[in-house]
């Protein structure tokens, strides 16, 4: 089975899921591909991939858009910072500091762009970086701040490198399985889908 995932979802939620699946089934052999969310519709629309997980919603009316589990996306600064100490903060309370943001055709960046637009204001992007794991390094550096999914931060909140705000009103996205409704549906398929959708329930408040 040839799967795609966008950069989020292969970093921390697949390991795991992946994981059990291959304990459950040791026959099988997985390759993973990880791109953003325009890459992973790209592959899955070309027949290069089996199955995408995508973090932003698809447009797509040919394919087949399973919902996985909702993902809250919360703000991050840096201790210290002048905003550290809300429970809750506004787009537009963000905005007066530098934006760090996901590059273009990442779901995250789509979503966030989404949400600006209903709170009725626009992205100013201070610095633009190509993962997950770069967008917190910069603002734990204090170049910036930035809204990410809270399932990305859970190591450094616990080390106290980053502060979470909830953001106003919420911010919510779904993790979604994506295929092609055509595609000659192998048994394996099946499985992975049903194991993969029993996870995300079982592990849908973590």
């Known amino acids: 089975l040839t799967i795609g995932a966008s ?5 921390y939620m ?34 290069t991939i089996d199955l995408g ?33 809300l429970d809750t903060i506004t787009m537009e309370e963000l905005l007066g500091y530098p934006f760090i943001c996901r ?26 970086l190509g993962s997950p794991e ?12 930035s809204v990410v999914s809270n399932a990305t931060i859970q190591k450094e909140l616990r080390l106290g490198t980053l502060v979470a705000i909830d953001l106003e009103p919420p911010l919510e996205r779904p993790f979604s399985f994506v295929h092609q409704k055509q595609k000659f549906r192998v048994r394996v398929m099946e499985e992975l889908l049903e194991f993969a959708r029993a996870y ?7």
């Open 14 to 47: 697949l390991p795991a899921l992946l994981g059990d699946f291959r304990a459950k089934y040791p026959e099988v052999s997985i390759h993973l591909k990880v791109s953003n969310t325009d890459g992973i519709v790209s592959m899955v629309e070309n027949n």
């Open 103 to 128: 590059e273009e055709g990442s779901g995250t960046r789509e979503v966030i762009a989404d949400y600006m637009t209903q709170c009725h204001t626009s992205m100013e992007v201070a610095m633009e």
């Open 7 to 11: 950069t989020t979802i292969a970093e």
């Open 200 to 206: 995300c329930e079982e592990h849908r408040d973590q």
């Open 53 to 85: 997980v995508v973090e932003a919603p698809v447009s797509n009316k040919n394919l087949v858009v399973d919902e996985c589990r909702r993902d809250n996306l919360v703000a991050i600064v840096p201790p210290g910072h002048p905003k550290a100490d």
């Open 134 to 145: 770069a967008v917190k390094g910069a603002v734990e550096a204090g170049m910036g701040i």
